[in-house]
C-alpha cells in the first residue's frame, strides 16, 4: 500500500491543522493506521492509531486531549485533527500502516508515507 500526507504548514500557537493521509494499492480497511513524528534531532515518537473500523484509537499522552484521528474507508484516507498547537510540536509527521492492527511502536508498521512538516510559532 502507497500512502501520501498532506496538509503540513505554518500555524500560530493555539492554532488548529489537519492532516490527511491517502492511502492506495490496497485494501485500505485491512490496515491499522499509526501517525508518528520526528522533530529535529530527536527520535520518531508515536502520535494516535486507530483500529481498522475506527472503533479504536490511541494517543500518546502529549497529544491527548488536543489531536484526534480518525478515518473514512471509503475514502482510504486518515485524518489527523490538531487543535491547541504548541511549539513543541512542531516536527515532521508520517501516517504508516500496519496489516491487522496497530501498534505504539514504528517498528510495528510496514508502510510508511513521505511526511508533512509542521511548524508551530511562537
Known amino acids: 500500500v502507497q500512502l501520501q500526507a498532506c496538509g503540513g504548514g505554518l500555524v500560530q500557537a493555539g492554532g488548529s491543522l489537519r492532516l490527511s493521509c491517502a492511502a492506495s494499492g490496497g485494501t485500505f480497511s485491512y490496515y491499522g493506521m499509526g501517525w508518528f513524528r520526528q522533530a529535529p534531532g530527536k527520535e520518531r515518537e508515536f502520535v494516535a492509531s486507530v483500529s481498522r473500523n475506527g472503533g479504536i484509537t490511541n494517543y500518546a499522552d502529549s497529544v491527548k486531549g488536543r489531536f484526534t484521528i480518525s478515518r473514512d474507508n471509503p475514502k482510504n484516507t486518515v485524518y489527523l485533527q490538531m487543535t491547541s498547537l504548541k511549539p513543541k510540536d512542531t516536527a515532521v509527521y508520517s501516517c504508516?500502516?500496519?496489516?491487522?492492527?496497530?501498534?505504539?511502536?514504528?517498528?510495528?508498521?510496514?508502510?510508511w508515507g513521505q511526511g508533512t512538516l509542521v511548524t508551530v510559532s511562537s
Open positions: 504508516a500502516a500496519r496489516p491487522g492492527g496497530t501498534s505504539w511502536s514504528a517498528g510495528g508498521y510496514n508502510y
